[in-house]
């Protein structure tokens, strides 16, 4: 039991490090720009490995999406279109 308590602390002040950083910036790095859900970034940084494998295939489908969907779906209306 006393031997976890060195390495919970450590998590500790690297968490309050982080947070007192993230109250610097004016949004979150993430936000928007790649809509990965919160707990898969975390997971990510633990290094677990069907994370990563999780995490590429989204990136992968979101940079698919992205390149297709402008390219099949009409951004002008048709012609003779109802408003």
Request: no cysteine; charged share 15%.
């Given at each position: 039991?006393?031997?976890t308590?060195p390495s919970?602390?450590?998590?500790?002040?690297?968490?309050?490090?982080?947070?007192?950083?993230?109250?610097?910036?004016p949004?979150?790095?993430?936000d928007?720009?790649?809509?990965?859900?919160?707990?898969?970034?975390?997971?990510?940084t633990?290094?677990?490995?069907p994370?990563?494998l999780f995490?590429?295939?989204?990136?992968?489908?979101?940079?698919?999406?992205?390149?297709?969907?402008?390219r099949?779906?009409?951004?002008?209306?048709?012609?003779?279109a109802?408003?």
């Amino acid at each position: 039991m006393l031997s976890t308590i060195p390495s919970l602390a450590g998590g500790v002040i690297v968490a309050a490090i982080g947070y007192r950083l993230s109250r610097l910036l004016p949004r979150p790095l993430l936000d928007r720009r790649l809509g990965l859900p919160r707990p898969a970034i975390t997971s990510l940084t633990l290094g677990v490995g069907p994370v990563s494998l999780f995490v590429d295939t989204m990136l992968v489908g979101m940079t698919a999406h992205d390149r297709l969907i402008p390219r099949l779906i009409p951004t002008e209306p048709m012609k003779g279109a109802r408003p």
